[in-house]
């Protein structure tokens, strides 16, 4: 079975420029921020890292953002990923969008997947391929996200239009596995989400003419509500460069057998099947159908409780299979192949994956 590994390697050929840092200069005491960008320019990290400690101190957003990009690459300090992740946290409360995007990838570095996803999924949205690739390979895979195959390919694309390397090589992994017609679906809806994606920098690009920033994604637990900035004309100045795209801290196994969901969108959660009549007869056969693989256990079993009730499935019994770093899920229970073939047909005419996977 085709793997795709994330690996560190290939997470530093990822390195992908944040984009611009936004720096208000309200006061002369906060034109440090400036200085600290044209030090950083010209290579001089330890002279920006003092720039930007006073306006940090003073709560300047960007200068928190800056800061921690500093710790986190370890130019003009040395690396300190703990404060980096505070800096990245204090500027997200002060609405820095650039920092929210870097503090959701960390944290899903870190193994703070649930934490991290509004964050990421906020991130690509806004046209971010680090968060694209992150998330379409959730998507495919149906870990910290639903299944859909369509959006996964579509972010997938966006992200490997950006030049992600990591990006490439999943998309000729899923080559392998998403069908074509899936496939046009997806190209349409990268160009969809393309178009959000502007739509969405244009209006952060007027909030900030107008001397507002616009807000981030919220940050979960959120200590105290934060001070509000006042309103000022904003000067763009560039930007230090991000650090790459965090490697997962496992690795991420797509699954051929797991379709996506036929519409663009991702569907609302399944409604509660009907449950099968409590007289139904379990059934003695082996032959099986194979209903997902998951890479988290827990994935196989919440699918069971949707699908057991089903009608197709009645008397069937759930079998779950190791298989290297996935759990299989298999219904079984068929008379014959041709039994399961009617049951898979019978849940494939409503939109559910699965496939005849022989005798046990």
């Known amino acids: 079975m085709a793997r795709i590994m994330v690996t560190k390697t290939m997470a530093k050929r990822g390195v992908v420029a944040a984009g611009t840092v936004l720096a208000l200069l309200a006061v002369p005491g906060l034109a440090d921020v400036k200085a600290g960008v044209d030090a950083w320019s010209a290579g001089d990290f330890t002279r920006a890292v003092v720039e930007w400690q006073g306006p940090a101190a003073a709560g300047d957003p960007d200068a928190l953002f800056n800061l921690a990009q500093a710790y986190r690459l370890g130019r003009g300090v040395e690396v300190d990923n703990a404060r980096a992740r505070k800096l990245y946290e204090e500027a997200v409360r002060l609405g820095h969008v650039k920092a929210a995007d870097n503090y959701g990838l960390m944290l899903f570095q870190e193994g703070e997947q649930e934490k991290a996803m509004p964050l990421i999924k906020a991130a690509a949205d806004r046209g971010d391929p680090r968060a694209q690739y992150v998330l379409g390979l959730s998507h495919f895979n149906a870990d910290y996200a639903p299944c859909d195959w369509v959006r996964a390919y579509a972010l ?69 509500a934060a001070a509000k900035r006042p309103a000022v004309a904003a000067v763009t100045q560039p930007a230090p460069k991000a650090a790459g795209l965090p490697p997962a801290p496992r690795t991420v196994t797509p699954v051929p057998v797991a379709a996506a969901a036929a519409a663009a969108a991702p569907k609302p959660a399944t409604a509660t099947p009907v449950p099968a009549p409590a007289a139904a007869p379990r059934r003695q056969g082996n032959w099986r159908v194979q209903l997902g693989a998951f890479g988290v256990a827990a994935n196989a079993d919440r699918l069971w409780g949707q699908l057991s009730g089903h009608a197709a499935l009645a008397g069937t019994r759930k079998t779950l299979v190791p298989s290297g770093s996935l759990t299989r899920l298999l219904a079984t229970g068929f008379a014959s192949e041709s039994e399961a073939s009617r049951a898979c047909a019978s849940l494939k005419r409503e939109g559910k994956a699965c496939v005849v996977a022989g005798q046990g």
Request: charged share 20%; hydrophobic share 45%.
């Open 156 to 224: 997938m694309t966006l992200a490997n239009g950006s030049g992600l390397p990591q990006a490439r090589d999943a998309l000729a992994q899923m080559d392998k596995y998403v069908p074509q017609a899936q496939r046009a679906q997806a190209q349409s809806l990268a160009r969809e989400l393309e178009a959000g994606a502007k739509a969405q920098r244009s209006a952060e690009l007027a909030a900030v003419e107008l001397g507002t920033r616009p807000a981030a994604a919220p940050v979960p637990a959120a200590a105290g």
